[in-house]
């Protein structure tokens, strides 16, 4: 394979590479009659970029090599995204310096190599090492798609602008009405004291093309989608957006008579949440603040016991109660050395129905020393 690129075609070629290092760590380079395609796919198998460029967009264009019948398999081959990067890092650079670049891949050499012919005779050669590889090609079908909005670069381009570089995923919402929304999707776990929420509207008047038969709403990640957006702003071509219900691929188109490029990106699906099911839309009523019925009023009682047969001012022993929640610890301000600090009105009102033998009396030697209130506490304080 052998192809020449000149002009401003070397930097439309260079932010395709770029795009595609949003979206994958390897570039796969395969040679077709129609034209050369770049492709590129994430780890997680959730995104898929794809550029074809068109015979036309070269100045010669050879996809195979010469003397090889057409009986031989196509050359494809995968080259690190990394080192395919570091060839059209500096785009300005590219612009002012570069006349033309020549891309050749020889499997009889073993070789990939990408030429840059500068001004004043000055040629840099980069010999990048490859691997073979079969055909990476993502099935989609834009036909399948019940919704769709094409619309110019730059305003697009404006519209994610406002989001942070951070921001993982956004939310493209469209309605029947007119309206067209991008808004920042947080994840449920996240605080929302400490994350920031932006959200831009758009009218239908904007879009070169508004398709949409109901209201929907799309998550898809914003790092490939600022890739994609990059390129078709420097080469100015509109954007197609074509998209389904939550849970379908949303895919990404742009056209020329010299290239095609194609972003496909996974959307986040809706899953029906628990209490949903369980309560088919019926709210639950909240709980009271003091649930009578689930107290350990038992854990209380045993506590609260104290001997009435031990001799005068000698100390008797707490009986140890592990499912007490509460802190039993010593207290300063009585002669007693335990105390428990639990709910006023909790003790008090069990207490007094229940066990009114329990209450404080002088043969107990136990003060029960209550501060009235919803939320008071109540130090019982009791001894030998």
Known sequence: MKCIVTGGNVKALGKAVHSLSRVGDEVYIEPQQEGLSLRAVNASRSAYACFLFAPLFFQHYLPRESGSSSDEGALRCKVLMKSFLAVFRSLPSLEKTVEK??????????????????????????????????????????????????????????????????????????SPGGKVSFRSYLEEEAEPGRMMKTELCLSEDEFQAFHIKKETQVTFCLKEFRGLLSFAES??????????????????????????????????SEPESPSSQTTKGTPQPLAPAYDLTCDDIDAYMIAMETTCDGTEGKEQPIRPVSS?????????????????????????QRTARENPEMVPNDHMKTSLMLVLGEDASAELVFGG
């Open 324 to 348: 007490v929640p509460y802190s039993l610890a010593q207290s300063s301000t009585s002669h007693s050395p335990w105390a428990i600090h639990v709910p006023a009105k909790r003790c008090w």
């Open 101 to 174: 670049c020549l891309i050749s891949l020889s499997f009889r050499a073993s070789r990939f190599r990408v030429q840059l012919h500068c001004k004043y005779g000055v040629v840099k050669t980069h010999d990048l090492s490859f691997q073979e590889c079969e055909s990476l090609q993502a099935v989609f079908d834009t036909g399948q798609c019940a919704h769709a909005l094409r619309a110019p670069p730059r305003l697009l381009v404006d519209a994610v602008v406002h989001f942070p570089l951070t921001l993982a995923e956004v939310t493209l919402g469209a």
């Open 235 to 268: 080469s100015n071509l509109p954007l197609n957006i074509h998209f389904d219900i939550p849970g379908r691929p949303a895919i990404f188109t742009l056209e020329d008579p010299v290239l095609e490029a194609h972003l496909v990106l996974a959307t986040l």
